[in-house]
């Protein structure tokens, strides 16, 4: 995106070694794909032109989501018997 502005771009670089995050998430499964395969991004070699906001935002809502009720699920309530589940 900012291939042609070095500036902004070692000004990101530098954003992103400061925020402290390691990993990133996506929902986006075109990354590591072959450009024949792609299904989100153009078929090209800089994913460019790149997809609109509402695009992306349709593919988020599409996408099933994980409840975060599952993974508490597995914690146990501290008052009440050992091993009850909260839910």
Not at 5 to 16: C, G, H, I, T, V
Not at 69 to 87: D, N, T, Y
Request: net charge positive.
């Amino acid at each position: 995106m900012y291939h042609d502005q070095p500036e902004a771009l070692a000004f990101l670089e530098r954003l992103l070694m400061a925020s402290g995050i390691e990993k990133r998430h996506t929902v986006i499964a075109d990354y590591g794909r072959p450009m024949e395969e792609r299904t989100f991004f153009p078929r090209t070699r800089d994913f460019r032109p790149e997809p609109t906001t509402q695009a992306r935002n349709d593919l988020f809502i599409a996408r099933p989501r994980r409840s975060p009720c599952k993974p508490a699920r597995h914690l146990r309530h501290p008052i009440g018997e050992v091993g009850s589940p909260i839910f």
